[in-house]
């Protein structure tokens, strides 16, 4: 018996990285899968994005695991796209039973620096996604009036500032805004809502983000580390989908806008 058997998970930015490993983990608890990822280069963040071959890599290994697996292409920041693959969800596997808003980009660039473009750009996917992720999913979880799971990744940018990234913070601290928000909202019926805070995370991003700031990706993650209470240089993206399982789960059916730290002791200093 898996924690989630029977239930239908739709993860955003599920092509790689932390989606992907939400996917797996879900998957391999007995979920089935929808996951969506825009699958192309966007002219901001200044690091390439998922892939359509990322995509199908995450829907054969989600399959591999013995569950179904959906994968559409998505840009979250359009509000046609995201209510289409909420339809195409519900009309693959009948009910959406969690939501994993995970898609996000993060960039480096002091205040003063940062243009209108990267600002709009980093406010859309990282917020205005989440927002319409669940403006279309949360009419259908009350329809069906079987309760439900939201979980939003925030970051420890979304509990404290970090220089180069004031727009990044801006859009993490939204989060937790809107995650307590829809918490109120939601909690008569039995759907919970919960963020995540990771610490920086070993993926694609780190790299992406020290050649887009003209820094080594080493030193980049040096000064992650150096912000550790625990030794560890980064955290791994299965750290932060066993957190959300937990979320996820019924052994966490009473847990309501929270905002839980995967952060190797980040918050500590």
Same mark, same amino acid.
């Given at each position: ?16 990285? !932390? ?12 979920? $089935?899968?929808? #996951?969506?990822? &825009? ?24 399959? !591999?695991?013995? !569950? ?18 909420? #339809?195409?969800? &519900?009309?693959?596997? *009948? ?6 808003? /995970? #898609? ?15 600002? $709009?750009?980093? &406010?859309?996917? /990282?917020?205005? *996604? ?15 009036? !079987?309760?439900?799971?939201? &979980? ?41 809502? /919960?963020?995540?805070?990771?610490? *920086? ?6 790299? *992406? ?8 990706? $080493? ?6 580390? /150096?912000?550790? #209470?625990?030794? +560890?240089?980064? +955290?791994?993206?299965? @750290? ?9 789960? @019924? ?11 995967? @952060? ?6």
């Amino acid at each position: 018996m898996g924690k989630l058997d029977g239930k239908v998970a739709l993860i955003t930015g599920a092509a790689r990285g !932390q989606g992907r490993a939400h996917a797996l983990t879900m998957a391999g608890e007995g979920a $089935d899968i929808a #996951a969506i990822d &825009i699958c192309r280069d966007l002219p901001y963040p200044r690091y390439s994005l998922a892939k359509p071959e990322d995509m199908t890599e995450t829907v054969e290994l989600v399959r !591999q695991l013995g !569950q179904r697996a959906l994968g559409i292409e998505t840009d979250v920041r359009c509000a046609a796209e995201v209510e289409a693959a909420v #339809a195409q969800t &519900i009309a693959t596997f *009948g009910h959406i039973d969690i939501l994993v808003c /995970n #898609a996000g980009i993060a960039d480096m660039a002091l205040t003063w620096d940062i243009t209108e473009e990267w600002w $709009d750009t980093m &406010i859309d996917v /990282n917020l205005k *996604g989440y927002w319409l992720a669940a403006k279309y999913v949360v009419p259908h979880m009350l329809a069906r009036k !079987q309760g439900g799971r939201i &979980i939003m990744t925030s970051s420890v940018a979304g509990l404290r500032g970090e220089p180069g990234m004031a727009h990044y913070c801006a859009s993490k601290w939204g989060v937790v805004g809107l995650a307590k928000s829809l918490a109120h909202e939601l909690s008569e019926h039995s759907i919970t809502v /919960n963020t995540l805070h990771p610490t *920086g995370v070993d993926t694609d991003i780190i790299p *992406g983000m020290a050649k887009a700031a003209a820094m080594a990706t $080493d030193d980049l993650v040096g000064f992650i580390e /150096n912000g550790h #209470a625990l030794p +560890v240089k980064l +955290v791994d993206a299965m @750290d932060v989908a066993s957190a959300a399982l937990w979320l996820a789960s @019924d052994d966490a059916r009473y847990v309501t806008g929270h905002t839980m730290k995967i @952060d190797a002791g980040r918050m500590l200093k």
